[in-house]
Structures are given as structure tokens and as C-alpha cells.
């Protein structure tokens, strides 16, 4: 019969083995000082992988967001005051939405669904929309041509008045531009509001300042515009691009005869009779302004970058009549170019980025304006991310690495990109609309925001659905 072992000399046996306690690493051993240093080093999200290591770098990790957010690109957000005004409890929040944003699209592809709300301006009706950069202020043009403002981080949203209407039903461009030189949220704001009953519209184009409303606490509580400059652009004429940067305006002018676009310096403008420098693309062409004084322009041939000193300056179109149809040697050979879907331009430091559409293919384009300037060759590189079969004609929405088109069965795809590959992008693709298809697009647009997850959908009827990805129901 085989010996019984005791419980007691189990219990000796088990205590006589050695358990090696767990090490902490040498890192926790320096200075709170030195590791914070440490971490204002890296990037925002190898700070948020630190921060879940340990409660020691969770707590020295607030010191470090201050610094992160000073080296963020330009427009990766708008901030309702600067970062100097913000707590580190404030900072921090802003990055674990961002977090939480991108795991939110990465959520979409395992069957997740957005949180959807809905804000409407009735029989007002819209022709354009634009989301600020951080995802809160909702801009919207109404047919009498008013502009209206919507909060989104509030928990009711409502329509508010930013800039009043017209006495006339009118078509509206508006284009948006960061004043980085103000402690509180600042930005001009390009508008052009145009009689759609008239063929030759009269219309001026104006310059508006829009600044942040605090309350005593220093929160954001709204918005308020005031109109900096008003006059006509010349000859008077359906403007079909708008685009603002610093001190440039520039305006692409669709006069069937002789397409035109033209760059002047608003700030400077104080009579009927102002500079402009002006070139005659062969074909309707989209603009858009880009740092260190560059314009980007799309024509029938494809599309280029200008540097704007480099064309002729007058003060009456008048002069330009014996100037022919001159475009610059193409960057970027396309098929038939759309000039009506080209993205807004991403700015990251010296960086651009537009994504277009042509009948072949839809491509980026990063150009690195330094060194464009300096004439460097690899100063711009083109992308192929997806062919065109599928998706339905409009205007593209891009943030980030993300691209967000209407497919042909009336979804909403999510493309995922990547900037940095030679060689064609084979992007993966996520329906947005998992629970069930959204109203067909016809020309219903949508706008994207990256940093803070929202997707904001044009419906019939001035309807407008916003998607939260940050807040996502399993």
C-alpha cells in the first residue's frame, strides 16, 4: 500500500520553493524629472502605450502632453484656446479621444456601429457644409445664405447663427483658415454667396473673422463673426473654387470663354481696382492655396503646382487679354481630371496633401512645399489609392490616413491609406452604414474627422446624421 503524504509536509515542501519576486524595470529607478523628459521625446501614442504600463508613468505622463501638443502639425486640430491655457487633465483628454478614435475605425471593420445623432435646419435647405479641424464647430450655408454654427460636444445641439441672410436665395462657397497667431480659437472664413437665379451673379466675395466665445470659466460657448473685407471679383462671374491661406485668396472664375483663376492679397485690397495675378488654365480648374506662396490647380491635362510670383500681375483683367492659355508643366498626368473633387489640402508643417478624383483612379498627392521651392525633384509624390468603378462622382473627403466616398450601392466607405508607398496603395475598405444603407447620395455630401471620430452625413430634406465612432455600440 502505497505511503500517504500529509497535508503538513506538502505545506513544508511548497514553502521551501523559492518565488522570485517580480523586477521592475530600471526605467521606474530614475528621476520623475528625467522621465518625463523622456516622454515629451516620443510620439502621443507611444506616450499612451507608457501611460498603461504602470501608475507611476500614468501620473508623470501628464507632463509630457504639453510638449506633444506644441509639435502637432497645424491643422491636426483647432483648439478653443491655446496650449499653454489648456490643464494637463484637458491635454491628456484630447489624446484619449484620439485614441479612442482610431479604435473606433479599426471597430468598424469587426460589425461595429457608430452612435448616430441628428441635427436638421428644416426648410432652410444647404449647399455646403464644412467640420473644423478637432471635429466640435459644424459650419452650414442655408439657400438665403446665411451660416449657421452647431456645437457637437454639446449634449443638444441647435442651430445658431453665425453670419446673417440674404434678401435673395443664394449658392454659397465658404473656406475656412486658421489664425495661428490667436490665444483662442480665431479663423478667417472665405464666403462667397452667389444668386443662383442669375446667370452672371454680382455678388462679392467677403472675408469674415470668426472667434470663440467664452464664458467666465474660460469654456468655449459659441461662436461670432465680423465681416474684415467685401469686394467684387473681376470680371463679375460664377466662382466655382474658393480657397484662403494667411494673406492669399484665391478664386477659380467660371466663365465659359476663358476659364480664369486668381490669387490676391485680401488684407490689402481697399478699391474696385486691386492686384492680382491671374493665369488661364486650359480648362475649368480647382485651386488651392499651399504654403510658402505655392497654388495648386487641376486643368484637363492633370495637375500642377505654381509658384505665384511667377504669374503676371495686373490690376484689370483687361490686361491679361493678350496673354494665351498658359498652364504649367503637369506633376501629375491624370485622365480627364474631376476639378470639383479635389479634397480640401491637409497642412502638416511644410507638407500638403489633396486627395482627387479622375475617370481612372483616385490618387493622392503630397507635396513637400520646401523643397518644391527649392526646385528638388522628389518634392512631390503621386499615390494611387483606389480605382473609381465603384465609388459615386462627389467631392472626397480626407483626414488623416482616412478617405471617406459614397459607393454605387449608397454606403459610405471608410478607405484606410497609407502616404509613404511608391508603388500602388492597396487601401482596406470598411462600410460606415452597418446596421443598414444610408440615403442614396445624389449630391448629398460627407466630411470626416480623424481626431476626434465624427463623420458628418448630408441627408435629404437638410437633415444632417453625425456618427460618433468614439462612442461605439458593440
Avoid at 172 to 180: E, T
Avoid at 196 to 216: A, N
Avoid at 219 to 226: D, E, F, I, N, S
Avoid at 373 to 382: A, C, D, M, Q, Y
Amino acid at each position: 500500500m502505497p505511503a500517504v503524504r500529509s497535508p503538513q509536509k506538502s505545506r513544508n515542501r511548497r514553502s521551501r520553493i523559492a518565488i522570485k519576486p517580480h523586477k521592475e524595470s530600471r526605467l521606474l529607478f530614475l528621476p520623475a524629472e528625467l522621465l518625463s523628459d523622456i516622454l515629451k521625446s516620443l510620439s502621443w501614442r507611444d506616450v499612451m502605450r507608457a501611460r498603461l504600463t504602470c501608475t507611476r508613468l500614468r501620473k508623470i505622463s501628464k507632463t509630457a502632453w504639453r510638449s506633444i501638443a506644441r509639435q502637432e502639425p497645424r491643422n491636426t486640430w483647432w483648439l478653443d484656446k491655446s496650449v499653454d491655457a489648456h490643464t494637463e487633465d484637458e491635454l491628456e483628454f484630447l489624446y484619449v479621444r484620439r485614441q479612442n478614435a482610431e479604435i473606433g475605425f479599426a471597430m468598424l471593420a469587426k460589425g461595429a456601429s457608430p452612435r448616430q445623432r441628428t441635427v436638421s435646419v428644416g426648410e432652410l435647405g444647404t449647399d455646403s457644409h464644412y467640420l473644423l479641424p478637432g471635429g466640435r464647430w459644424l459650419l452650414l450655408s442655408t439657400h438665403m445664405g446665411s451660416i449657421l454654427y452647431f456645437d457637437l460636444a454639446a449634449s443638444d445641439i441647435r442651430a445658431n447663427v453665425l453670419i446673417p441672410e440674404q434678401p435673395f436665395q443664394c449658392a454659397a462657397l465658404l473656406c475656412p483658415d486658421q489664425d495661428a497667431s490667436s490665444p483662442t480659437l480665431r479663423f478667417h472664413l472665405g464666403l462667397v454667396r452667389q444668386d443662383i437665379d442669375s446667370l452672371t451673379p454680382q455678388e462679392p466675395l467677403e472675408v469674415w473673422k470668426v472667434d470663440v466665445v467664452c464664458d467666465d470659466t474660460g469654456g468655449a460657448v459659441g461662436l461670432r463673426a465680423v465681416c474684415l473685407k467685401s469686394f467684387m471679383p473681376e470680371p463679375p462671374g460664377y466662382i466655382v473654387a474658393l480657397s484662403l491661406l494667411g494673406d492669399s485668396l484665391a478664386y477659380s472664375h467660371r466663365d465659359f470663354d476663358r476659364p480664369m483663376t486668381a490669387v490676391v492679397s485680401w488684407k490689402s485690397i481697399e478699391g474696385p481696382n486691386y492686384p492680382k495675378r491671374v493665369f488661364f488654365p486650359s480648362g475649368t480648374s480647382c485651386a488651392r492655396l499651399l504654403p510658402n506662396n505655392l497654388l495648386f490647380s487641376t486643368c484637363k491635362h492633370g495637375a500642377c503646382v505654381i509658384p505665384i510670383s511667377s504669374l503676371p500681375e495686373a490690376t484689370v483683367i483687361a490686361s491679361f487679354d493678350n496673354i494665351k492659355e498658359t498652364f504649367p508643366a503637369t506633376i501629375a498626368e491624370l485622365h480627364q481630371p474631376k476639378e470639383h473633387m479635389v479634397s480640401d489640402s491637409m497642412l502638416y508643417g511644410d507638407t500638403a496633401r489633396l486627395v482627387m478624383w479622375s475617370n481612372a483612379a483616385i490618387r493622392g498627392l503630397a507635396v513637400d512645399c520646401q523643397m518644391y521651392e527649392k526646385g528638388l525633384p522628389s518634392s512631390v509624390k503621386t499615390l494611387k489609392f483606389a480605382d473609381t468603378a465603384r465609388y459615386v462622382e462627389g467631392k472626397i473627403s480626407a483626414s488623416g490616413d482616412f478617405i471617406l466616398m459614397w459607393d454605387r450601392r449608397g454606403g459610405l466607405v471608410l478607405h484606410h491609406v497609407s502616404w509613404f508607398d511608391d508603388q500602388v496603395v492597396r487601401t482596406p475598405c470598411v462600410r460606415v452604414d452597418q446596421s443598414a444603407p444610408l440615403s442614396p447620395p445624389g449630391d448629398c455630401t460627407c466630411v470626416l474627422d480623424i481626431v476626434s471620430g465624427r463623420i458628418v452625413v448630408e441627408q435629404p430634406d437638410g437633415v444632417f446624421l453625425i456618427l460618433d465612432l468614439t462612442l461605439l455600440e458593440a
